[in-house]
């Protein structure tokens, strides 16, 4: 019962090493590449809200056929 009990303890303290080296990486990773991260959040923002007016007009457009479809009816 003991060996188990300790194979236990073993894997949460791997699992715990595991997820600090997986945090460490990630916060490594955007420490160095922060200005491309940036630089790409900065590029998508007029693309989704060029994407975002594009489908509000299909919507809009969409609603004004059947709208004027259901007049006519």
């Known amino acids: ?3 188990i009990e300790r194979k236990l303890k073993l894997f949460k303290l791997q699992k715990w090493i595991v997820n600090s080296v997986i945090i460490a990486v990630v916060l490594v990773a ?3 590449f922060w200005p491309f991260i940036l630089m790409l959040g900065l590029y998508i923002i007029p693309i989704a809200a060029a994407v975002i007016c594009f489908l509000l007009i ?3 457009f969409k609603a004004y056929k059947y709208f004027s479809n ?3 009816l």
């Open 30 to 32: 955007i420490y160095c």
């Open 70 to 72: 259901k007049n006519t």
């Open 1 to 3: 019962m003991k060996n």
């Open 58 to 60: 299909a919507v809009l």
